[in-house]
């Protein structure tokens, strides 16, 4: 880790093809700088996408990255840290990605209490296929596939992380910068599962869930003096459907993350050449 690192040694030499006010961009910058203020640099980092608008967002960041396929980029990531339990693991992607066909994944890495932080862009509609309803849309959000809403209430992933036992779950609004860069930050620095849900507006295919919606619904809970260490106070704010919230909603103290917990500390990504003593026998045994 380096304090000389600034946010922009993250940026790549490609350039993003997001739609011009995509709110992908400010939740990357706050991405950047949450990392490189954690000391963290591109030589230790690995981010892992999933599929979406969001899933570009390993080309567009200076570090190790994989995009994965739909779905799965938290099993990649949980794979990367035990395997390199010395890197700082950052997982992205989408509200469809992650609540819908990555939903199992994400109880189960949530449960676990992986040593990693996972931001999910959540504008509340499929934007890279152009508009759907995805599974935290509103239950009356027409779109083209759904001309009268989807007529089921939304996903709502803070309570599902709080209900698989989350250590860490925060929500923050990527044109507020600042406060943006800092719950990342925090996430980061969490001993645990860091999950932050940010509301990034899609700006072509949503004009529900806009910039000044949230600036005018947002309600700071740094600001309203809520305690992230209150278990029950997390599940008043986190339940509440009168309102949206930005901050830190819950936070274990005593979290302990799953390599610590299982005595994983050594890096276990260096392969010896060969196949692993008696692993053929093993093989005819069952061929």
Same mark, same amino acid.
């Given at each position: 880790?380096?304090?000389?690192?600034?946010?922009?040694?993250?940026?790549?030499?490609?350039?993003?093809?997001?739609?011009?006010?995509?709110?992908?961009?400010?939740?990357?910058?706050?991405?950047?700088?949450?990392?490189?203020?954690?000391?963290?640099?591109?030589?230790?980092?690995?981010?892992?996408?999933?599929?979406?608008c969001s899933g570009k967002i390993g080309?567009?960041?200076?570090?190790?990255?994989?995009?994965?396929?739909?779905?799965?980029?938290?099993?990649?990531?949980?794979?990367?840290?035990?395997?390199?339990?010395?890197?700082?693991?950052?997982?992205?992607?989408?509200?469809?990605?992650?609540?819908?066909?990555?939903?199992?994944? *994400?109880?189960?890495? +949530?449960?676990? !209490?992986?040593?990693? $932080? &996972?931001?999910?862009?959540?504008?509340?509609?499929?934007? #890279?296929?152009?508009?759907?309803?995805s599974p935290t849309s509103r239950s009356?959000?027409?779109?083209?596939?759904?001309?009268?809403?989807?007529?089921?209430?939304?996903?709502?992933?803070?309570?599902?992380?709080?209900?698989?036992?989350?250590?860490?779950?925060?929500?923050?609004?990527?044109?507020d910068a600042l406060r943006h860069q800092?719950?990342?930050?925090?996430?980061?620095?969490?001993?645990?599962?860091?999950?932050?849900?940010? *509301?990034?507006?899609? +700006?072509?295919? !949503?004009?529900?869930? $806009? &910039?000044?919606?949230?600036?005018?619904?947002?309600?700071? #809970?740094?600001?309203?003096?809520?305690?992230?260490?209150?278990?029950?106070?997390?599940?008043?704010?986190?339940?509440?459907?009168?309102?949206?919230?930005?901050?830190?909603?819950?936070?274990?103290?005593?979290?302990?993350?799953?390599?610590?917990?299982?005595?994983?500390?050594?890096?276990?990504?260096?392969?010896?050449?060969?196949?692993?003593?008696?692993?053929?026998?093993?093989?005819?045994?069952?061929?």
């Amino acid at each position: 880790m380096s304090s000389d690192v600034r946010f922009t040694d993250f940026k790549s030499d490609k350039q993003p093809t997001w739609c011009p006010g995509c709110g992908d961009f400010g939740t990357m910058n706050g991405m950047m700088k949450g990392l490189a203020e954690t000391g963290n640099d591109p030589d230790n980092t690995f981010v892992v996408a999933g599929i979406g608008c969001s899933g570009k967002i390993g080309t567009y960041m200076h570090s190790y990255a994989l995009h994965g396929v739909h779905g799965r980029a938290l099993p990649v990531g949980t794979g990367v840290k035990m395997a390199r339990p010395d890197l700082e693991v950052m997982v992205a992607g989408g509200d469809g990605d992650g609540y819908s066909i990555g939903a199992g994944h *994400f109880v189960h890495a +949530v449960r676990r !209490n992986v040593d990693m $932080t &996972y931001v999910v862009m959540d504008n509340r509609i499929y934007g #890279l296929t152009k508009g759907q309803a995805s599974p935290t849309s509103r239950s009356d959000f027409e779109t083209s596939t759904t001309p009268e809403g989807p007529k089921q209430p939304p996903v709502n992933p803070l309570a599902l992380a709080l209900a698989s036992g989350a250590s860490f779950i925060a929500q923050s609004f990527s044109s507020d910068a600042l406060r943006h860069q800092e719950i990342i930050q925090e996430a980061i620095e969490h001993d645990g599962f860091g999950f932050v849900n940010v *509301f990034s507006p899609c +700006v072509t295919f !949503n004009d529900v869930d $806009t &910039y000044d919606y949230f600036r005018d619904s947002l309600a700071d #809970l740094e600001e309203e003096g809520h305690d992230p260490t209150d278990y029950e106070a997390a599940k008043e704010v986190i339940l509440d459907g009168e309102k949206e919230y930005q901050g830190v909603m819950y936070q274990d103290e005593n979290s302990v993350p799953y390599h610590e917990q299982h005595g994983v500390t050594e890096d276990m990504s260096d392969i010896p050449d060969g196949a692993p003593e008696d692993a053929m026998d093993l093989v005819r045994e069952f061929y």
